[in-house]
């Protein structure tokens, strides 16, 4: 099935050779950060997690929500969403893919990855992110891709990927709460030590991922012959009202816990975030934007006949996925580093070679999307016809 990614119109390979060309300069990034080290980011000993770690944080997210189309259809039989279990498998395919290439892009050699792998230490939640992450890929690849060769031929699919799908449910949400364990273990860090951090991170993947999701799935309708079908996007329009609301609830009880007690090592942080500290604000304008798109997308997906208005769904979406990206992926990351366990600020900001590196592993993330979604949907184009 794989030649059908090779076959398309012009627009399809003109998409396709922007993606190359990102991914190109990204590599090349990559191959100097290789050579001159981690020192041409803008990480330091203060800020030793910077937008690589940022952009893996918020990708979990993006890759466990395809539990949230895979549970309702096997568990629940939702019928409906036997359309569109595909495109959130292989969306959950590339956003892993991400996660792994963001990660290598942090340690700066590669090759210390083989440490978690040389010298396993099951005491350590590295260790079992690793396992995790890996684990989530193979999954979604074998059941995506035996899935979509069963839907091809007319038949169901083999009875022995049905304990894998099942095991990719827990899988999907182990992968994200594993990676919140990852701050929530670390004591040195208030902002990060809490007992929600692992629902906060769940609740923004339950929002991010089935917005991107319905996203795609509205390109898909208006750029292929294939539909997605409303009722599929109306019913992902839900899931993301009530775990964006949920999201929001969730952060403001960690505002109220840390200013009710007043306890500094908690309130530093979030004031920094929002009205910065001695004159250190790098971070208020993205968080304050981070809050209005956050209120703005609750605002336009709570009201149903709004909702169900694909324009302003569209809007909703957007909304939802800059929100999250920035909480997540900025403020959450980075502001735990704000201030130290010295009480001194040192902020960080990403450099030129950081941001095309970055970009250029989404551009891969969108490559590897695309040849997938190209092989699913000419299926589903072929099924229709037949």
């Not at 906060?200 to 339950?206: C, G, I, P, V």
């Not at 007043?262 to 942080?269: L, V, Y």
């Not at 941001?355 to 099924?383: D, P, R």
Request: contains cysteine; positive net charge.
């Amino acid at each position: 099935m794989l030649e059908k990614a090779f076959v398309g119109g012009r627009k399809y390979w003109i998409w396709v050779g922007c993606l190359l060309g990102v991914m190109g300069v990204g590599f090349i990034m990559w191959l100097w950060q290789l050579r001159f080290g981690l020192g041409l980011t803008g990480m330091s000993r203060d800020i030793s997690w910077g937008v690589y770690i940022a952009q893996f944080t918020f990708l979990v997210g993006v890759a466990a929500a395809a539990v949230m189309v895979v549970l309702p259809y096997y568990i629940h039989h939702y019928k409906p969403f036997a359309r569109i279990t595909i495109l959130a498998e292989f969306l959950g395919v590339a956003a892993v893919v991400m996660c792994l290439l963001f990660i290598l892009a942090d340690l700066g050699n590669p090759t210390r990855a083989l440490n978690v792998i040389l010298h396993p230490t099951p005491r350590s939640i590295l260790f079992w992110d690793m396992i995790v992450l890996n684990g989530y890929l193979l999954l979604n690849i074998v059941i995506g891709w035996n899935v979509l060769t069963a839907e091809r031929k007319g038949s169901a699919p083999p009875g022995w990927i049905k304990p894998f799908i099942y095991l990719s449910i827990p899988w999907a949400i182990s992968i994200h709460t594993v990676t919140a364990f990852l701050y929530a273990g670390l004591p040195g860090r208030h902002f990060w030590l809490t007992a929600i951090m692992a629902a906060r991170f769940l609740s923004s993947a339950f929002a991010a991922g089935p917005a991107l999701l319905i996203l795609f799935c509205l390109i898909v309708r208006k750029t292929t012959k294939f539909d997605p079908g409303k009722e599929q996007i109306r019913t992902l329009a839900g899931i993301v009202t009530y775990a964006m609301i949920l999201n929001v609830f969730f952060f403001l009880l960690e505002v109220f816990t840390a200013f009710y007690s007043q306890i500094p090592g908690h309130m530093h942080t979030i004031v920094y975030l929002f009205s910065g500290i001695d004159g250190h604000g790098a971070l208020v304008p993205w968080m304050w934007v981070s809050a209005a798109f956050a209120v703005v997308s609750i605002i336009l997906l709570i009201v149903p006949a709004a909702r169900r208005a694909e324009d302003v769904l569209v809007v909703a979406c957007i909304c939802v996925f800059i929100a999250t990206w920035i909480d997540k992926g900025v403020g959450l990351v980075i502001g735990g580093f704000i201030p130290n366990p010295f009480n001194t600020i040192t902020e960080y900001s990403a450099t030129v070679p950081e941001i095309l590196i970055t970009l250029g592993v989404w551009a891969t993330g969108f490559f590897i999307l695309t040849t997938l979604y190209k092989v699913a949907i000419s299926v589903k184009e072929e099924m229709q016809q037949a």
